[in-house]
């Protein structure tokens, strides 16, 4: 893979990491190893990182090149001028999507061993045609409102959703030589992938369909051409400047306009003439001006091939274990005949999702909570929770049940924020205490804490967690769950709760061993690496493993970097975005970064540090950006326990010697092992197989 900056520099870019992460992804789709539906899933993911890269991050980066060419601004502290890195992020996606339309071809000639076939109108039978025709004059043609994009006076402009599909039709007159140009979008509720009637296997695109059809909607016109384009817009929520007084209807209020957002991409049908492609340019542009708002792309995207490769993952393949990963039966870890609770008291648990069951251990905690007589409060953190959410509906029964039952949901979870609005909304209705998030602050920690009366007393019941309460992703992402009763671990999360449950958060942090962000986390974890450079000075032992799914915090990076010079062994599990540099000589020598792409999607976050032979785990929510040192309410949980910390070395040691792992040179390029043998999920998923 290239690399992701010119050498010599001391950081990385964050944004072409960020795409290097992209095309390790991709690499999946690409490997014949990898099972069909599998390769299709991944193609499919590129397409939405891809998409939200553009939502979040190509905005800023284009207002940054304007400042730039204004004389306002003039390099990045990484030493790229802002122009410049735009022009080679663009050059950077543009390779990718073309590498992926490439993969799509690939894979879909092995579908097509396999009797699926994506023909094209001139593949097909006159038959086969006609059935088409048919189809297309009773549920398509009847869902398509024509709205222009040439100029006319007092022909209101067509607004173009997000992430739809249209189809542009140039046509004109029979007896005129004005070009017209109309767009159509198409029906949603249709697949894009349409059976052809009479052959089994048989598919069509839709738009395909209709471009040979068009006439049809223009029977006095001659149809010059029709081109399939895409619009994508911002993600960006723009909340009122007085949204402090009424949150909740602030983040409804700006979910419901963020439709309406300025489009950041439009991605075209590389056949599309440029005066088309000017003209949907432009009815975007004039959308934007009369919201008041910017537009900032000014230059379309050619697409070979299909646009939107989701739809790929909808191909109707033989039901072949061959074509998928074989079945996770995630393993039970607290048997049917006792409690959560019963478990917990006997000691700390320590679970590996999705090896280990996320419902049978996270949900079941909840739902045991609510029904238990004993149990008089639940306390929780909500971020990402999914709906439908099991979590929320054992929160919403323990509160119509008469327990206290507080939640901290956090609204402006990107793109989840109008599940969270109506979460809040009937937790409220049930009898819940809702805070609705910090001010300043967005509370990404994964804490809940449960209160049962037991012999007179109450004790406490704690889970902390690296992922979110969102029972899909706990079967789709490697994290870790820490459920301990532990005085001072349940002392720490109680405070935490007490302070988030009056909208602020501990400024001076926690007292019993946890971390908390932006108050305690970035100093603790600092004096941390100071503490393995002061060991390696006496000649203790001294180092450092961290995984992580980010790196880019400068002042933890050059941390890192001198606890290197000063002879700390330092390993770094870093799944996507990394602008640290390893073995670079004088600098990083000892540092060595790996990524781990696979089936599952790695979210876990683990810090060790040697501490001269008395090491100190920790396992929580926080990666090592920023955002969540500086901008975030993050929570780190101490590991005390020697058979949960040998456990976590294991799970280190596996990830580090991954045979399938990609490591990071000092160039910034990412190259792959390519060894024999599992990688490390398949040998956690073998594990728990044989027990």
Known sequence: MRSTTASGQEFLNPELSLLAFQRRVLSLAEDPATPLLERLRFLGIVTSNIDELYMVRM??????????????????????????????????ILDILAAQSRCATACLRDAADHGVHLLRWSDLTANERAALETRYLEEIQPDLLPMAITRSAGVPLPHLPHLGLFIAVEYRARDGARIHVSEHELPADLPRLLQVPGRDGALIAIEDVLRANAHLLYPNAVVEGTYLFRVTRGGDLHLHDDHASDLLGAVASATARRPHNPAVRVEVES?????????????????????????TVDAVQE??????????????????????????????????????????????????????????????????????????????????????????????????????????????ARFDEAHNVQWARALERAGGRVVYGLSGLKVHAKAAIVERREGGRIVRYAHIGTGNYNPRSGRQYTDLSLFSASH?????????????????????????????????????????????????????????????NGLADREVVQALYRAAQAGVAIDLVVRGICTLRPGVHGLS?????????????????????????????????????????????????????????????????????????????PSGEYQSRRGDGPGAQASFAADFRRR
């Open 59 to 92: 905005a800023e980066l284009r207002r940054d090149a304007t400042s730039s060419r204004e004389g306002s601004r003039e390099h990045d502290a990484d030493g790229e001028s802002a122009q410049s890195l735009l022009q080679h992020v663009e050059h950077e």
């Open 271 to 295: 056949r599309m003439p440029a005066s088309v492609g000017a003209l949907i340019l432009d009815n975007l542009s004039r959308d934007a001006l009369g919201r008041e708002m910017e537009l």
């Open 303 to 412: 697409i070979d091939g299909l646009l939107d490769l989701r739809c790929l993952q909808g191909l109707p393949l033989p039901r072949d274990p061959a074509l998928e990963y074989p079945p996770l039966d995630s393993r039970a870890v607290v048997a049917r005949d006792e409690t959560m609770f019963s478990a917990m008291q006997r000691g700390d648990l320590l679970v590996h999702h999705p090896f280990e069951s996320f419902d049978d251990t996270v949900v079941r905690f909840f739902q045991e909570a609510a029904a238990d007589d004993a149990v008089t409060s639940i306390r929780a953190t909500l971020y990402r929770v999914g709906t439908p959410s099991p979590i929320v509906e054992a929160l919403l029964s323990a509160a119509q049940l008469g327990k206290q039952v507080f939640a901290l949901v956090e609204l402006q």
């Open 488 to 548: 001072a671990l349940t002392t720490d999360l109680a405070e935490l709760l007490d302070a988030l449950s009056v909208a602020t958060f501990p400024a001076e942090g926690l007292h019993h061993g946890a971390l908390v962000a932006p108050s305690q986390l970035l100093p603790s974890l600092l004096a941390l690496i100071e503490r393995e450079i002061s060991h390696a000075g006496r000649g203790e032992p001294a180092g450092i493993s961290i995984k992580v």
């Open 589 to 665: 020598d000892n540092i060595r970064v790996v990524s781990i792409v696979g089936r599952f999607l790695e979210h876990s976050r683990i810090y060790r540090f040697a501490n001269a032979g008395a090491p100190k785990y920790f396992v929580g929510s926080s990666d090592l950006r920023p955002r969540n040192l500086r901008r975030r309410v993050e929570l780190l949980a101490p590991v005390p326990d020697a058979a949960h910390r040998a456990r976590l070395d294991e799970i280190l040691s596996r990830y580090l010697d991954d045979p399938t792992a990609w490591v990071l040179r």
